[in-house]
T-cell receptor, first 112, second 112 residues
């Protein structure tokens, strides 16, 4: 089955600084890729997704992610972080049969 | 179109009792996923179901846990003879074929 690795358990950045959250996947075919965000005590909200086409995808809240097949990566980026971005971020990979697997998550703390 | 509905939001059970968690997928969604999130941990895949079929249950504990998604009605995650270690947030997600999953708000199970 497919799998996802998020190497960073916890990241702290200053408000206004840029952000990159790493995601590496393992899957034998072209995957569907997703980033979700979870605020404390809440469910998961989809930030963006990649199915095919342009490898740089734009999402909500100013986030973007780039699919790099050669590196099996789908890193999430934001040029300037806001305090409200503090949350848990999950990368997910979906197989063609819709079977989705999530990474362990990266907790983002934003310093004032 | 209501989102994915999970109930109850909070469930308290004594050790040895049964817990039933319900998930009503979004209208038109035929795929349901259950995930468990332990405190301070990421999402762990449990089971992936389509109507009346279990597609992948590789993440389900071998004993006490079962899931179903009947032709009519919600998907049910059932935990028999609960133990303290079952205390967690259980999230359900649904999706149409080959598209992203939408998550419910989760059920927080506490075993006392």
């Amino acid at each position: 089955a497919q799998s996802v690795t998020q190497p960073d358990i916890h990241i702290t950045v200053s408000e206004g600084a840029s952000l990159e959250l790493r995601c590496n996947y393992s899957y034998g075919a072209t995957p569907y890729l997703f980033w979700y965000v979870q605020s404390p005590g809440q469910g998961l909200q989809l930030l963006l997704k990649y199915f095919s086409g342009d490898t740089l995808v734009q999402g909500i809240k100013g986030f973007e992610a780039e699919f790099k097949r050669s590196q099996s990566s789908f890193n999430l980026r934001k040029p300037s972080v806001h305090w409200s971005d503090a949350a848990e971020y999950f990368c997910a990979v979906g197989a063609r049969n819709n079977d989705m697997r999530f990474g362990a998550g990266t907790r983002l703390t934003v310093k004032p | 179109n209501a989102g994915v509905m999970q109930n109850p939001r909070h469930l308290v059970r004594r050790r040895g009792q049964e817990a039933r968690l319900r998930c009503s997928p979004m209208k038109g969604h035929s795929h349901v996923y259950w995930y468990r999130q332990l405190p301070e941990e990421g999402l762990k895949f449990m089971v992936y179901l389509q109507k009346e079929n279990i597609i992948d249950e590789s993440g389900m504990p071998k004993e006490r846990f079962s899931a179903e998604f009947p032709k009519e009605g919600p998907s049910i995650l059932r935990i028999q003879q609960v133990v303290r270690g079952d205390s967690a947030a259980y999230f359900c997600a649904s999706s149409p074929p080959r598209l992203e999953a939408f998550f419910g708000q989760g059920t927080r199970l506490t075993v006392v």
